[in-house]
Each structure stands twice: as C-alpha cells, then as structure tokens.
C-alpha cells in the first residue's frame, strides 16, 4: 500500500489541481460515514506531508485542503445521522457495521461532545462518530465548532507529521558510526538493567518489609519505654514541636518538613558538585574524559539530533512554552497558580544569573563549534531552565489533570526532555558534564522551594483548588494553543537546527613543535601513562612512532596486523550473545583506553592462533607533539591470552590480560620486525607495578620501542 502511494504522489506532483482534488477526495472520504472504515486516509495525508517536504506540493495549501475535506466529510455525516439515520440503521447493511457503531456509540456516551474532537483521532471512530452525533440530535452549533477544530487539528497533525518526517529523512539517512553504536549500546544495558531489576526486585521488596517491619516495633518499643514516657513528660514544647512538623493538618507541618528535608537533599549534592570544581577533584577529570569522549563521536545525524533539542531550550521556544502555560492557567481561573510559575520563571532565571556570575566558571573549547557562549558555564543555563519551567508544569499537570495515563506521559516526556537537552549542551561542547550535573540539582533545588512555599501558601490560606466549570470555547482554546505552540515550537527549533548546523565551525587540535635531543624531549614533553577516566595513571604507553601515521599503519599491514575501526553493531550484538550464551566463539571487541582524556584513534589486532585468543592488541594515539618535524604516536601493547568473567549469574565477559609487558612487547617485535621501519628499545620511565583499565596487574620495565620512519 505504501510503494503505490509513493508512486501515485509521484504522478500527483506534475498535476498540482488533479492533485489536490485527489487529496480532498481521499480525506473527505476517509471521514465520511462508513465509507471511512476501508479508506487509508491517515497514511494518504502523512505521505502527502512527506511529498511537501520535497517541494512536490505546497504546505499550507495542502493543509487546507485536506482540513476541509475532513469537515466537510463530518458535516455530511452528521446530516446524513440527523435526517436518515433511523433508516439506514434499520437496513440489512446495518449489521455489517454494528460492532463499530456499537463502539462508537460507547465512545460517544462516556466523552459527550468532546468524542467529535477526539475521535477524528482514533481509527474507528473517525467515520462513525459524527454519524452518532446527527442520529443522536447533538446541538449543530457546538458540533460546526468541534467539527472545525477537530479537523484542522487533524490535518495540521498528519500532514505536518509527514512534512517533519520528510525533514528529518536526511538525518535518518545519515544514521552510522560511532553515535548509532552508542545508542543501540545504550539500549542494551538499559534493557539488562530492567531486566537485573526485575529480577532483584522481589528481593529488594522483601528486605524492605523486613526493615521497616523491624522500624515499626523498634518505635513501638522506644514509645512504650518508660524513659521515653518520661521524656514526652518533662518536654512538652519539644515535642508539641516536632508533632507539628508531621502534621499533615498544619500548613508548616508535614509539608514543608518533606519539602525542606528534598531542598536539603539536592543541596547537598550541589554543594558536593562545586566543591569538586573548586578544588579539581576527580569530577572534573570525568569532565574532561567525558568531554573528548563525545567530540569523537560526532555525526551529520548526532549533530543535528542534539543540536534540535538543545534548541528547544532555547530563549524562544522557552518563552512560547511559557505563554501557553500562562495562558492556560489564566483560561481555568488559575490566577494563584499563573502568578506562582510567573515567579518560578523569573525567579529562577535571577538566581540562575546569581550562581553564573558568583563561580564564573570559564567554558571548554569544543573542536565542533556550533554556538559563541560569552556567559559563564557553571551551572547550564538551558539544563536550569528546563528542569524548572518544565518541572513545574509537570507539577500541575500531575495536581489538576485525573488521568493517569496523561500523567505517566507528561513525567516520561518530562525526564526524557531534560535529560536529551543536559546531554546536548556536553555533546555540543558548550558546557562540562559537572555544569549539567549542577544545573540539574539547582533546578532540583529551586523546583523543591517553590512547590513547597505553594504547598504552604494553599494549605495555610485554605485556598480551594476545584476545578470550576469552562465553557466550551475556553477549551477549544486551549486546544488550540497547545497544537499551535508544540508546532511553533517544532517548527522552529527544525528550522535553527539546520542553520545552527550549517554554520558549524571546525577547530582542528593545535600541534606542539619541539627541537633538540630527543630522548630529552620524549621524556619532558610525552605523558607516558594511560589513565582511567577519572585520570588516575592506567597502562603505560609502550611504543613511540615518530613519522608519517600512514607510513606507521602501512607497516602494521605489512606485518598481518587487522585495524578495528571502532565498535560496531555487530560487535554490539557479538558481545550480548556472548552474555545469553555464557560462551564465545569470537574475540571481543577492544576495551577502550584513555590517554589525554581521549580514546584510542584506532586499535589493531594480530592473533597469535587460529583461535580468538591469545591476541595482541596495539591501541594508538596521536599526542598532538611534533619532534625535529616529525609527528609523535604513541601505542600501548596488550596481550590478551582469553576471558574471565565478573559477576557470575550475568557471565560478563572481560579479557585477560597478560601480566609481564615485556613479554607483550616480545611478541609484538616477533611479528612487527618483518616490516621496514627502523626501531630501537630505549628505557624511559622507572620499572612499576601497577594496575590496568580492567585493575588487572601489570609489570612495566620501564621500557618503550622507538619507531621511526
């Protein structure tokens, strides 16, 4: 069905009126009484927004179309209900259609009037529905107005669904490399995850029964202690006090108790977070480690992936989901409630300033360069901005709104949102992992404060927070302003995405030139250690290249060495079968080392067998250092001889590593020597014992092979 549509839009494009006479066509029919049912018209109007994102048609004109076709369609058969409907229920053909009727009149009696706006969203009900509301005498004046707003929503909806589908293809397109395997990896230990907790759940539930089992009669016994009764005795005041703290009757009692002890949590938290920035501690080595990691991995499709949501926390999408808000609120009588997130807007956005300026926190410098941020970094202002204005409006949606789903939906959409906007300003290169980390507990923090001077400001002044009565138009308002303002948004935050993207620059790493004895400078100038990325010493560096890096890969050809390019899917699924199987037939994929805060540029691998194991393993880097006019690699050697496993109900594999470095370096030589490149043992460092990546044991002599070209 979708191959011939494609083909039949394709014809449509060189007849632009035969083509939008079809469009009206196939959706007025789509909505019309029963005809509808065996229509496609929902895939007809998603295709034809994705053609208009081609060129092949015009949006607004395509639109309008389609929205009409739609309400004319409802207006017919809500007539057709109205003056014949008795009729045509009393036919044989009736019954054909009776189960859908049947649902529909269900649909009907539990939403009333709203079912026509809702149900041109549903399947089934889209052609019955206004059918029902003629058979069933609905005043014609409020179905006109549902009728209208229903199906310009819906065409907006499917057709600029379709259009934004379109947009995005050349991104879906660009879906490869390093960034596709993080995620599909990212998938995978989410998914074990789920899977370790369900099955430690029972266990955790049960431990938990027993514990506060053990809390109950621990306070049964402390309460009945003489000397406790006693103590309530002697000190009244105190314990009226603390009383009151758990009252859940007194506005200062339970409520800001819970809302003070949260504000305390996160602060703590974020107090942690700036004391680890001011005094470098381990935090900001993961900053750093962290922060190349993600410049490694950019992509046409990641780039424009987190460029959009970091848009989205941008200045004018943020004031237009501000207005709506507002005008929301102010729509169902909510003026407490609009002067209160008009406070946490404007309030947060103060205190935000405040933090900025008061660390003064200088911002890294991305080789990806998408945006000129003149402010300080610490704490992200978009991540900030995010957690509370979304934040808040979470709040109310989980306090006013009855339905559980919507409620899950908002709290998924909400945690999925500023976690993708967090992790875009990292990816982007504008801020450290710790700005994001502290933004989110500062959020927490001023989120936690301003909910609970609500809390209190409601509960003291016994402020009723029933809904009253809306009319009808107050609602198709809102509904308006909703679709109206996910679309601006959408719209725009696609349209800066592009120029944002297109506008990129690319700063290439500086090279450090050095002249002179070069023993001399190897030794002062090259940091001749791996590190873990907390920047603790790891691996030692084994092996120098000095020359043309093509010239260095040509020779580990030339000696049967295979490069590894980076993980890929298939090593992604290679290494979870080996988890379900609890066995492998092949080698895994390298670990991944840091140096300079960086991972390997490329691995190579040479098996000393036809097994998957023992292998070598040569992980290189460049150091960004230039000797005498020749550029400096450096390269760890490994000899992995099989694997073991850690955590043994899961069998996760890990490689075993050979303890003796000389001897990985030994086994190196044998096969490297058959290339033509000159190469000498020179001792650098001092003999060292010491623990890998995997804190696997290692001996170092102190000992590195100097390559040159």
């Not at 009900?125 to 004046?141: D, E, K, Q, S």
């Not at 589908?165 to 390093?178: P, Q, V």
């Not at 300026?357 to 992200?380: D, E, G, K, Q, V």
């Not at 349209?495 to 700063?507: D, G, L, P, R, Y």
């Amino acid at each position: 069905m979708q191959h011939f549509i494609n083909s039949f839009f394709q014809l449509l494009s060189q007849h632009y009126i035969i083509a939008y006479g079809v469009i009206f066509s196939v959706t007025f029919l789509e909505s019309f009484a029963f005809i509808g049912l065996v229509v496609p018209g929902t895939l007809f109007a998603v295709s034809a927004g994705f053609f208009a994102s081609k060129g092949m048609f015009n949006l607004l004109t395509l639109i309008i179309t389609a929205s009409f076709g739609a309400i004319l369609a409802d207006l017919a058969s809500y007539y057709l209900g109205h003056f014949y409907g008795d009729k045509i229920i009393a036919r044989r053909f009736y019954k054909k259609y009776e189960p859908y009727i049947e649902k529909g009149n269900r649909f009907f009696s539990k939403h009333g009037g709203k079912s026509v706006l809702l149900g041109r969203f549903i399947g089934f009900t889209r052609p019955i529905i206004p059918f029902l509301a003629g058979l069933l005498n609905m005043n014609p004046v409020k179905f006109w107005i549902y009728a209208v707003v229903s199906g310009f929503s819906w065409g907006f909806s499917y057709i600029g669904a379709g259009y934004l589908f379109g947009e995005s293809w050349k991104m879906i397109e660009a879906w490869i490399g390093k960034f596709g395997v993080i995620l599909l990896t990212l998938f995978i230990i989410g998914y074990l995850i789920k899977k370790v907790l369900i099955w430690l759940g029972s266990l955790v539930i049960r431990f938990l029964q027993i514990i506060l089992s053990l809390i109950d009669d621990m306070a049964t016994a402390i309460i009945s202690n003489s000397y406790i009764k006693q103590f309530r005795n002697q000190h009244p005041a105190l314990i009226g006090f603390i009383k009151k703290r758990f009252s859940k009757k007194e506005a200062s009692g339970l409520l800001l108790t819970i809302g003070f002890l949260l504000t305390a949590f996160f602060s703590y938290f974020f107090i942690a977070i700036i004391e680890d920035i001011i005094f470098h501690d381990p935090l900001t080595q993961l900053d750093v480690t962290f922060f190349y990691m993600l410049q490694e991995i950019h992509s046409r499709f990641s780039n424009k992936f987190f460029v959009f949501f970091n848009t989205l926390a941008s200045s004018v999408p943020i004031l237009i989901f501000f207005t709506i808000v507002i005008c929301i609120l102010i729509i169902n009588r909510k003026l407490l409630e609009a002067s209160f997130y008009l406070f946490n807007f404007l309030g947060g956005l103060i205190f935000l300033s405040f933090m900025k300026y008061l660390f003064h926190r200088p911002r890294p410098n991305a080789m990806y360069h998408f945006y000129t941020a003149l402010n300080p970094s610490f704490p992200c202002g978009h991540t900030f901005v995010s957690v509370t204005l979304f934040g808040f409006a979470l709040y109310y949606i989980v306090k006013f709104i009855k339905s559980n789903k919507i409620k899950t939906s908002a709290l998924l959409v909400y945690f999925l949102l500023v976690i993708l906007i967090g992790f875009s300003r990292i990816y982007l290169g504008v801020n450290w992992f710790s700005d994001v980390l502290g933004a989110y507990f500062a959020g927490f923090i001023w989120l936690s404060s301003i909910i609970t001077t609500y809390e209190y400001v409601v509960k003291k002044y016994q402020i009723s927070i029933t809904k009253a009565p809306i009319k009808i138009y107050a609602t198709i308002f809102v509904a308006f302003l909703i679709i109206a303002g996910v679309s601006g948004i959408t719209f725009y935050s696609i349209k800066k995405t592009e120029s944002v993207v297109k506008q990129a620059k690319i700063f290439l790493p500086v090279y450090k030139e050095f002249t002179g004895d070069l023993l001399t400078i190897l030794h002062n100038q090259i940091y001749f250690f791996t590190q873990t990325i907390f920047g603790k010493p790891a691996s030692p560096i084994q092996a120098i290249f000095l020359g043309n890096l093509h010239h260095f890969k040509e020779a580990l050809k030339s000696a049967k060495f295979k490069e590894i390019k980076g993980i890929s899917i298939k090593d992604v699924y290679r290494f979870v079968k080996v988890i379900i199987n609890n066995k492998y037939q092949a080698s895994l994929p390298a670990v991944f080392y840091y140096y300079d805060n960086r991972t390997q540029e490329s691995t190579w691998i040479k098996k000393e067998e036809k097994k998957p194991y023992p292998r070598i393993v040569l992980r290189l880097w460049r150091a960004h250092v230039k000797i005498n006019g020749k550029e400096v690699i450096v390269a760890t050697i490994d000899r992995e001889k099989g694997l073991y496993y850690i955590f043994s109900r899961f069998r996760f594999p890990i490689p075993i590593c050979d303890i003796s470095l000389p001897k990985a370096r030994k086994k190196f030589l044998f096969y490297f020597s058959k290339s033509k490149l000159n190469f000498q043992i020179v001792k650098i460092e001092k003999e060292k014992i010491g623990r890998n990546i995997l804190e696997q044991r290692y001996f170092f002599d102190g000992k590195v092979i100097l390559i040159t070209d």
